[in-house]
């Protein structure tokens, strides 16, 4: 059985991977696009926030949007300003801070029904080992995934749906994006179980939301396969 596991895992952890480095599809979707704000300037993520570990300092970037590539997808549009973001929220001993920018996207990239919040900005303060997903988790609840883990929404937008194909794309695809991941589920609890309770407040052009978001799938693989292991070490 447990090799079993391992195996699915694996072959999981293969398919993200095969996804990501395949070619730019023509059918667009909405979802949530990740960004590094990396000498105050948006690039799309080539990680998923789950396994990407910003240092004190970092500005890390979510932005809601519609694209079948990292080149159609929208960027942040909140400046990536650490001192901005975080001026309220001073330095402390074992924790590191991060600059969250939150894009809810525009009203025409809305799912039919909903109206985007407006952008705001949080500083998270949170243990140094944390991923940015973690800081997310700490400033953005509630967020939503679904059944694979991939993220849905954050601060509990939007209300349904998840990563689902926009009509009117080339190939006028109805289903949703298979594979696609942002964060897993166990680390957004990690991270409301770790942050402090005063928290304040680009990658490559080859594949569709799979840069940012693909990468984070693989992740969710890993997260898993930790966490069953550290399960069996405590009960052993």
Known sequence: MRHTRIA??????????????????????????????????????????????????????????????????????????????????????????????????????????????????????????A???????AVARPLRYDANALLCAIAGYPKAGCAEAVNGSKDGAKSGAKGSGSSAAPSAGAAEDRADGDDGGGGSGDGGPSAGLLGGAAAVVALGAAAVWQARRRRG
């Open 8 to 129: 699915g895992a694996v072959l999981l952890a293969g398919t993200v991977t095969g996804l990501a480095a395949g070619p730019a599809q023509a059918q667009e979707y909405r979802y949530w696009s990740f960004w590094d704000g990396k000498g105050g300037s948006w690039a799309y993520a080539t990680e998923g926030p789950a396994t990407q570990r910003p240092a004190d300092g970092a500005v890390e970037g979510f932005r809601f949007t519609v694209g079948a590539d990292s080149a159609g997808a929208g960027k942040p549009r909140p400046a990536a300003g650490f001192d901005a973001i975080c001026r309220d929220t001073p330095p402390k001993d074992g924790r590191k801070r991060i600059g969250i920018v939150l894009d809810f996207g525009t009203a025409a990239d809305a799912p039919g029904g909903e109206r985007p919040p407006k952008a705001r900005t949080e500083c998270a303060r949170v243990p140094e080992d």
């Open 131 to 137: 991923s940015a997903g973690e800081a997310l988790a």
